[in-house]
């Protein structure tokens, strides 16, 4: 079974400044998805970045961008410019991309982001 | 705007009620999802249904029912089962593919 594991419960980065999100995942599939999604106090899920494995190519969104390394089972997360309103807690999360799978997501535990002006 | 509605915002249960949570999507989505948070953890799966008239068991399935008789809807209801129904629950629809979840606001469920 597929696990997603986020190594920093807790990170603060200063305003303007950037800031790197872990995540490391096991799996024995070739293809799959990746993702990053945000959860702001207000408890809303936002997709921030999405990352198709068969790409080499980081996806970027603008401030965010992420660093896949497929060999290693990597891919974290970069913001860039940090601003208060990325305070929040950020979920890595796969999905198979096998015929087969009921397209369930995995996430992990979660990283919690404090901002600081 | 297509989306999910997840009602109601704030849910209180007395102690053996039964309650049933309501998510509605308008995204044409087949799949849809219900998840459990409790504070500072990560999303736990209940159930999830691929199709109409069809869902599943996921890791946390006991004391909770789902009911899918229509696509734009997946009901939960939290029985009286559950011993520690207290959390926030997540409702989440896809499509098939390489996307991300599409998720409700969320319903926050506490027994009194």
């Known amino acids: 079974a597929q696990t997603v594991t986020q190594s920093q419960p807790e990170m603060s980065v200063q305003e303007a400044e950037t800031v790197t999100l872990s995540c490391t995942y096991d799996t024995s599939e070739s293809d799959y998805y990746l993702f990053w999604y945000k959860q702001p106090p207000s408890r809303q899920m936002i997709l921030v970045i999405r990352?198709?494995?068969?790409?080499?190519q980081n996806a970027t969104e603008n401030r965010f961008s992420v660093n896949f390394q497929k060999a290693a089972k990597s891919f974290s997360l970069k913001i860039s410019d940090s601003q208060l309103g990325d305070a929040a807690m950020y979920f890595c999360?796969?999905?198979?991309?096998?015929?087969?799978?009921?397209?369930?997501?995995?996430f992990g535990p979660g990283t919690s982001l404090s901002v600081i002006p | 705007d297509g989306g999910i509605t997840q009602s109601p915002k704030y849910l209180f249960r007395k102690e053996g009620q039964n309650v049933t949570l309501s998510c509605e999507q308008n995204l044409n989505h087949d799949a849809m999802y219900w998840y459990r948070q409790d504070p500072g953890q990560g999303l736990r799966l209940i159930y999830y249904?691929?199709?109409?008239?069809?869902?599943q068991k996921g890791d946390i399935a006991e004391g909770y029912s789902v009911s899918r008789e229509k696509k734009e809807s997946f009901p939960l209801t939290v029985t009286s089962a559950q011993k520690n129904p207290t959390a926030f629950y997540l409702c989440?629809?896809?499509?098939?593919?390489?996307?991300?979840?599409?998720f409700g606001s969320g319903t926050r469920l506490t027994v009194v």
């Open positions: 999360a796969y999905r198979s991309a096998l015929r087969t799978s009921y397209d369930k997501v995995i």
């Open positions: 990352q198709e494995a068969y790409k080499q």
């Open positions: 249904s691929q199709i109409v008239n069809d869902f």
């Open positions: 989440a629809s896809s499509r098939p593919g390489g996307y991300g979840y599409t």
